[in-house]
């Protein structure tokens, strides 16, 4: 079975500029998450979805977005792209949001760097 | 505030030996503890978890322990090999967030032959 699989692997966008990366969850998983992880930091907490609406917001400023659709694959938006942004941005995948306490299963995430 | 806490950078063992990763955690809420391990240009590759009403979680080579009463956890790794080398992470689930995974900073493991 295929895992998690997000595109693009690498980005390079300029500050103002906005962007759009992708995910595709592990067949049957309903939940999804997005994860930004900068150099020397685990991952931080950005949004979770589940049956394609927000269940979880982190700490992150407006500009960050997010949506999931009907065959619960997910997109992360980014507007007005700042230098803090570069990171790599990792999305995760589980069956359900909460029950049972099943592990979130992560793609091998975008590059993302602001020139 | 960090909550989840790995306060090794890094950590060089031999092959064959015992491989002891710790993290700390402050938030009494956390219910869900996993640990994930992650090799350059690749995404953390989930390795073993623990519920809070157990102390022990055994999954061939890796086995987590965990402290409740410490809030600590511990990932033993025997015995180590090359392949083994690479930055794992401490996550935590719970505490008031039912989905969210707060992680440690990570920790890297070398393995030498």
């Known amino acids: 079975d295929a895992g998690v699989t997000q595109s693009p692997t690498h980005l390079i966008k300029t500050r103002g500029q906005h962007v759009t990366l992708r995910c595709s969850p592990i067949?049957?998983?309903?939940?999804v998450s997005w994860y930004q992880q900068v150099l020397g930091q685990g991952p931080q907490f950005i949004f979770q979805?589940?049956?394609?609406?927000?269940?979880g917001r982190g700490n992150f400023p407006d500009r960050f977005s997010a949506r999931q659709f009907p065959n619960y694959s997910s997109e992360l938006n980014v507007n007005a792209l700042l230098l803090g942004d570069s990171a790599l941005y990792l999305c995760?995948?589980?069956?359900?949001?909460?029950?049972?306490?099943?592990?979130?299963?992560f793609g091998d995430g975008t590059r993302l760097s602001i020139l | 505030d960090q909550q989840v806490k790995q306060n090794s950078p890094s950590l060089s063992v031999q092959e064959g030996r015992i491989s002891i990763l710790n993290c700390d955690y402050t938030?009494?809420?956390?219910?869900?503890f996993l640990w994930y391990k992650k090799y350059p240009a690749e995404g953390p590759t989930f390795l073993i978890s623990?519920?809070?009403?157990?102390d022990k979680n055994e999954d061939g080579r890796f086995t987590v322990f965990l402290n409740k009463s410490a809030k600590h956890l511990s990932l033993h790794i025997v015995p180590s090999q090359p392949g083994d080398s690479a930055v794992y992470f401490c996550?935590?689930?719970?505490?008031?967030?039912?989905?969210?995974?707060?992680f440690g900073k990570g920790t890297l493991l070398t393995v030498n032959p």
């Open positions: 995760a995948s589980s069956f359900s949001s909460r029950q049972n306490n099943q592990p979130q299963h």
């Open positions: 067949s049957g998983h309903k939940s």
């Open positions: 979805y589940y049956e394609k609406e927000e269940r």
């Open positions: 938030n009494s809420m956390f219910d869900y």
């Open positions: 623990i519920s809070s009403i157990k």
């Open positions: 996550a935590a689930k719970g505490g008031g967030s039912n989905y969210k995974l707060t």
